[in-house]
């Protein structure tokens, strides 16, 4: 069974930084690319980064360029997303994603307020 769970999310001042963490299982993660989404209160989800099977490349959005970093750990199944100099506008629910298999891990809530 295709299993994404995040985790990492909390409450933190702007400013600060948080390090999400998706572990992956049931299937052959090291064949795949892999995506952090996030969807803030009231819109729609959006791509926040990508990273290809063997990290070597990655891709980002516009407001996540300088700030985030997401990286994996193919002996770990996992992918993370390193979040530096977060903002109130980052506050949102981020999910995992594998695009070839569609799975969607359940999410981890980041609230960045002062």
């Known amino acids: 069974q295709v299993q994404l769970v995040e985790s990492g999310g909390g409450l933190v001042q702007p400013g600060e930084s948080l390090r999400l963490s998706c572990a992956a299982s049931?299937?052959?993660?090291?064949?795949?690319?892999m995506r952090w989404y996030r969807q803030a209160p009231g819109k729609e989800r959006e791509l926040v980064a990508s990273i290809n099977t063997d990290g070597a490349w990655t891709d980002y959005a516009g407001y996540a360029k300088g700030r985030f970093t997401i990286s994996r750990d193919n002996a770990k199944n996992t992918v993370y997303l390193q979040m530096d100099s977060l903002k109130p506008e980052d506050t949102a629910v981020y999910y995992c994603?594998?695009?070839?298999?569609?799975?969607w891990g359940q999410g981890t809530l980041v609230t960045v307020s002062s």
């Open positions: 994603n594998c695009p070839n298999t569609g799975s």
């Open positions: 049931g299937f052959r993660f090291t064949r795949y690319e």
